[in-house]
């Protein structure tokens, strides 16, 4: 048996241990009906970062809340989740979120066009509320004797349209300085992280 054969061997075998491992665990995490936690990620529920409220309403049928601070002001999210197998297994769910946008924003420099000519600006804008629907898988990790670890991935669907910015210099915007503002806009993909205390 050659040695690269054997290290195949060996990361298969420990790969197996960890999956019955974290099997043994879910199998033993006593059954906890309220999660409190905090969560970080890319168009998230709770935004850049926040907290997080779940409750188990009906057997693997869950209602979540959610608030942070995100790319375009606070944001706020309500939703609900079925999980597939058990509450640190596989769910889907949906939710709706809100982004409150942002008073007298300055990105920095900005591009805008005076007579014919691409030039920088320093002025201020404002960011409008946005609103979504989202759609996500979820995957629930037993971490500890009561707590959760999981990943969300998805899409997040804007219902308020783009362009929803405001101030003196908006109809002087180049169409690439239009484009930043709709890229930072809430919407598109979602990647989340989290982090659940079982109460």
């Known amino acids: 048996m050659t040695d690269t ?15 019955a491992t974290l099997k043994a665990q879910e199998a ?29 309403v009906a057997g693997r049928i869950s209602v979540f809340g959610a608030a942070g601070i995100g790319s375009w002001g606070f944001k706020t999210a309500i939703g609900g989740r079925y ?31 005076e007579n014919g000519q691409e030039v920088d600006s320093k002025g201020k804008f404002n960011l409008l509320p946005v609103q979504q629907i989202n759609i996500t898988w979820i995957r629930m990790w037993q971490a500890g004797k009561t707590n959760r670890i999981g990943i969300e991935l998805g899409y997040s669907i804007n219902l308020s349209g783009k362009d929803k910015v405001t101030g003196p210099d908006v109809p002087k915007l180049t169409d690439e300085s239009k484009e930043a503002f709709n890229i930072v806009q809430p919407g598109g993909l979602i990647i989340g992280l989290t982090f659940n205390f079982g109460l």
């Open 5 to 19: 054969m054997k290290k195949k061997i060996i990361i298969l075998l420990s790969a197996c241990f960890m999956l």
């Open 28 to 56: 033993s995490m006593p059954d906890k009906a309220t999660y409190l936690g905090f969560g970080s990620g890319l168009n998230n529920s709770c935004g850049l970062i926040g907290l997080n409220l779940e409750q188990f």
């Open 83 to 113: 999980y597939l197998d058990s509450k640190t297994g596989k769910a889907i769910g949906v939710s709706f979120s809100n982004a409150s946008g942002l008073t007298d924003f300055e990105p920095g420099n900005v591009k805008i066009l």
